[in-house]
């Protein structure tokens, strides 16, 4: 739900206007009872009150009372004063602008701060440095010069023209010996099942995605979710959508299977970028948009399985943490490292050796004295990749095809058994997200909770070598465009050795590109 109306509620002595908000909050009911608020009241009405009624009880405190997706801004009139807020890992968006004379532009899209008087559209060229290493836009800064993010676990106060922002909440973890691995999957079971309770309304309908892998079959199973929905391909040695049949069938639900072709895939790119309002270059970004697209022809809102890898150790590489050692905070930022310094160096007309991705982890490194390995690469995941690009990807691609996504397994209860779980559990030789997988056991098939990772297939490495399908890729890296900002011969001679059969460099391509498209749409059309 997303809110831009002005709002106006008197309650006790302040006068709150609930000025944008955009979420869901999934405990409403027991808030309800909590601050007096009438249940019957519609959804909008009921959690912008909701918003107002936390204000006035816990103030500042008040996230720690919602458990849910949000992202929004009250204003004080009695204190003259404003407050945003952005959710505990950042599900949601919310950016903030100060013009040349004082005044404070914010929202949760960037479109809409650029509309308004007083915003000096500018690229921020140094974001692209660190762009070409992670493919997302990590960190505070934005590619539009003084725009900023508002952090997940943080608010905003903007009062007498004075900006502060301050943290409310960070991702802790307290490893806890003294459970077995039945008791932590009986945990996270019953948890998700209270959850499970709150993510919808009895007069809700909800359709769900469905990879086949065991996050997104563990949702549907623990849902009453009639139909999920998946994509696949019309080659059969990349599409994987057949084991989503196969869990669909086995929990007795529909599917809706959203075929992909080529053609299809790069000419939606630009109204990806351009949705996105950021440079994104996940290439499952482009296929989520069109099974987005697809799904909300016939549900308004759709659970989708997020944020278990992160907080489980679902992903293969945390199971080398141990022999990363110390070393880890000199290299890992995350998720995707694509590019080098000395790579960006020979292609980029404009470097700086003191931009270096690193830099944006370094103050989380530094919270993470004493933990292993693998909590700490969990943990710089959880903060930088998850807000900048998984969490991007899902709301800005929903919100652009009118689907709302709910995702159970971003929760701060589920969290919490994360931050408590030994590394042990999470994490094997043998297998990944051991305890996740053994609580998702309850409701599948043993070969679908403990089925190997399966990522989000996309053909792309093989489609952009093909000449019927990378015209545009070709034409924007001999443009002019690409002349403002790389040496085209170099980032043309990574796209010839990628077609000429080194697969190693799709990745480059795809984020090069990507960036131009995204250029080209806000700087070039517009």
């Keep these: 739900m997303e809110t831009d109306e002005f709002t106006l509620y008197k309650d006790g002595k302040h006068m709150i206007k609930v000025q944008e908000y955009r979420g869901h909050i999934r405990n409403w009911e027991a808030l309800c009872e909590e601050l007096c608020i009438d249940k019957s009241l519609s959804r909008r009405e009921r959690e912008e009150r909701i918003l107002v009624r936390a204000f006035e009880t816990w103030q500042f405190d008040m996230a720690a009372h919602l458990y849910g997706m949000f992202a929004f801004a009250l204003w004080d009139e009695e204190e003259k004063q404003l407050f945003c807020l952005r959710d505990q890992f950042g599900t949601k968006p919310f950016y903030y602008y100060e013009t040349e004379d004082g005044q404070l532009l914010y929202g949760t899209t960037i479109r809409g701060i650029m509309e308004q008087p007083g915003f000096v559209k500018e690229l921020n060229e140094e974001m692209l440095q660190i762009y070409l290493s992670l493919t997302y836009v990590a960190g505070e800064n934005t590619f539009f010069r003084g725009l900023k993010k508002l952090l997940p676990g943080r608010y905003l106060i903007w009062k007498d023209g004075v900006v502060t922002v301050k943290r409310y909440w960070k991702p802790e973890f307290h490893p806890d010996d003294s459970k077995s691995l039945e008791e932590w999957a009986d945990e996270i079971h019953t948890t998700l099942g209270e959850i499970m309770k709150e993510v919808k309304t009895s007069d809700e309908r909800v359709e769900s995605f469905l990879s086949g892998g065991v996050d997104s079959s563990y949702v549907l199973a623990m849902s009453d979710a009639d139909t999920a929905d998946t994509c696949g391909y019309e080659e059969e040695r990349f599409d994987e959508s057949v084991l989503a049949v196969e869990t669909a069938r086995i929990l007795e639900r529909k599917i809706s299977r959203r075929v992909i072709n080529p053609e299809e895939y790069f000419n939606i790119v630009p109204y990806v970028m351009y949705n996105m309002e950021q440079p994104l270059g996940d290439a499952s970004a482009i296929v989520f948009a069109l099974g ?91 903060q930088i990749w998850l807000e900048g690009d998984i969490y991007l990807n899902v709301d800005k691609m929903s919100e652009a095809a009118g689907l709302e996504v709910r995702m159970p397994l971003t929760d701060l209860r589920i969290f919490d058994i994360a931050s408590r779980m030994p590394s042990k559990y999470k994490v094997n030789e ?84 990507t960036f131009l498209v995204w250029y080209e749409e806000y700087f070039v059309k517009r």
């Excluded at 000395?342 to 944006?360: A, G, S």
């Design 292 to 382: 987005c697209q697809a799904t909300a022809e016939h549900t308004k809102i759709c659970y989708s399985g997020e944020g278990a890898d992160e907080f489980f150790g679902g992903y293969n590489m945390y199971r080398n943490a141990e022999r990363y050692g110390e070393n880890l905070k000199n290299f890992y930022v995350g998720n995707t490292n694509i590019m080098k310094e000395d790579e960006k160096k020979k292609i980029l007309k404009k470097y700086d050796p003191d931009v270096l991705p690193i830099e944006v982890a370094q103050s989380i490194y530094e919270e993470m004295e004493g933990l292993d390995p693998l909590t700490k690469m969990s943990n710089i995941d959880i």
């Design 430 to 513: 043998e297998q990944n997200k051991v305890a996740f997988r053994t609580a998702a056991q309850k409701m599948l098939p043993e070969e679908i909770a403990f089925r190997k990772k399966l990522g989000f297939i996309v053909p792309i490495r093989i489609w952009m070598a093909d000449d019927r399908y990378n015209q545009d890729v070709r034409a924007k890296f001999h443009s002019e465009m690409a002349e403002k900002f790389f040496n085209v011969e170099e980032i043309n001679a990574i796209f010839d050795e990628y077609v000429g059969g080194n697969s190693d460099n799709w990745r480059k391509v795809w984020t090069i590109y």
